[in-house]
């Protein structure tokens, strides 16, 4: 069996995902080392961005930083970097915290 090598996209946050038949999965809310991470599956109703729901109720989405793991308010969007450790932007990710 053949291995196959890994596929590089230009994912961002914010970015709108579709599946092979064009149906719109979600927007990006995440990206990691193993891939990236979407706001809703399909078929679920939107939601506010300050506002998630988990298996254990009503979470809220916050910031979080990769660099030194600082979290904050998302207000209208996320911030261009972190005010702790002034990362930029890339490294910031939706975070859902109960």
């Known amino acids: 069996m053949a ?3 890994p596929v590089f996209a230009d994912v961002s946050i914010g970015q709108p995902v579709y599946d092979a038949e064009g149906e719109k ?3 990006v809310r995440g990206v990691d080392d193993d891939g ?5 599956p399909a078929g ?7 506002d998630a729901r988990d298996v254990f109720g009503t979470a ?6 990769w660099e ?7 207000g209208g969007e996320l ?9 930029p932007r890339e490294e910031l990710y ?3 915290e109960d």
Do not use: H, K, Q
């Not at 809220?60 to 930083?65: F, N, P």
């Not at 911030?79 to 990362?87: E, G, I, R, S, V």
């Open 36 to 40: 990236f991470y979407v706001s809703s």
């Open 79 to 87: 911030p261009a970097n972190c005010p702790n450790c002034d990362a």
């Open 68 to 74: 030194c793991g600082e979290m904050g308010e998302i």
């Open 3 to 5: 291995s196959e090598e």
């Open 44 to 50: 679920s109703e939107p939601m506010p961005l300050t």
């Open 60 to 65: 809220y989405v916050m910031w979080r930083c």
């Open 94 to 96: 939706y975070w859902a």
């Open 25 to 27: 999965l979600g927007t």
